[in-house]
Every structure is written in C-alpha cells, then in structure tokens.
C-alpha cells in the first residue's frame, strides 16, 4: 500500500506517516499484537518499504497497552531517526483512553528521555479527543488550556534534558 501512496506523496513534498496500531484479544481483555505494535515489527515495516518519505508515528499510548510487550521509550529507541511524528495522550495501560498527557498511568520521563536521546525534531501533537470529548461546551476553552499546559510541561521536560 505505502509503495503506490509513495510516489504521489513525493511529488506533492509530504511525507507519510504510519502509525503503531494493536489489536484486541476479547478472551485475555487486553490488546494483542499487530503489524507495527511491536518496536520490532514496526521498524521492520519502516526498513522494508525503504523509503525516507516513510516515516514513524509514535503513538505513546498505544505503545503503552497492556498485552503489547513494548513501551514508548523502547519503541522510540528501536524506531530512532524514523521517528518524526507523535500521538500524546494518557492512558490506564489497559483501554486507548485518548486523556490528557500526566492524568492517567504513563510515565512521560522515559518516552521523553527517549525522544531527547534520538535528537527527536518534531512537534508533539496531543490526541486526547477523550479528553475534550469529555468537557463541556461551556468549558471547552478551559479545556484547550489544559491541553496547552500539558503540552508546555512535556516541552518544559524535553528542553531541561
């Protein structure tokens, strides 16, 4: 599939980036392995369509699933200079809650001394729909400001490493 994508990503100059996914396994109540959920199998795809306008999308929490065997900071690492985009939320470790970064169960210290480690370039990019899904109408602006000081704190860590 990225290989017919590619070349009109090329001609248009954008770059596509593929996301580390999971599946669920009902009987286990977890999620369970797929193609890029792993940090080995996610590089392995990278390194196999071979081609720098393929890129990695680090999703934190997804990385962060119970039943996956990986983490964050590990798949950062494994992924290195392939790494040029990010999902950032919180999650309970067990569902894809989509909350706001330093309000649920993932420990952002590792996944940013990774991202520090591997020279990491580009933006974060917070998905915590969940989060703003969550927040009335009346708030939402309260809500957005929220999201601005995660996103600040997450910098602030980034910046004293």
Known sequence: M????L?????????????N?????????????????????????VLDVGDDFL????????????????????????????????HLHDIDLHKDNHQIPFSLNIDYGPIVKAL?????????T???DGYLGSVADMDIFEGVC???K?????ANIFEIL
């Open 7 to 19: 070349p009109f990503a090329k001609e248009h100059g954008v770059k596509i980036a593929t996301e």
């Open 150 to 154: 995660a996103a600040r704190r997450l």
């Open 116 to 124: 520090k480690d591997i020279d990491y370039r580009g933006v974060f």
């Open 55 to 86: 890129v990695a999308c680090v999703d934190v929490g997804h990385a962060e699933m119970k039943g996956l065997g990986t983490s964050a900071a590990q798949m950062i690492r494994t992924l290195g200079h392939h790494v040029q985009a990010l």
């Open 146 to 148: 929220n999201l601005q």
């Open 2 to 5: 990225y290989r017919q994508l």
């Open 21 to 45: 996914m999971w599946g669920w396994d009902s009987a286990k109540d977890h999620a369970s392995p797929v193609a890029c959920s792993t940090h080995d199998s996610f590089l392995e795809q």
């Open 126 to 128: 917070l998905e915590a």
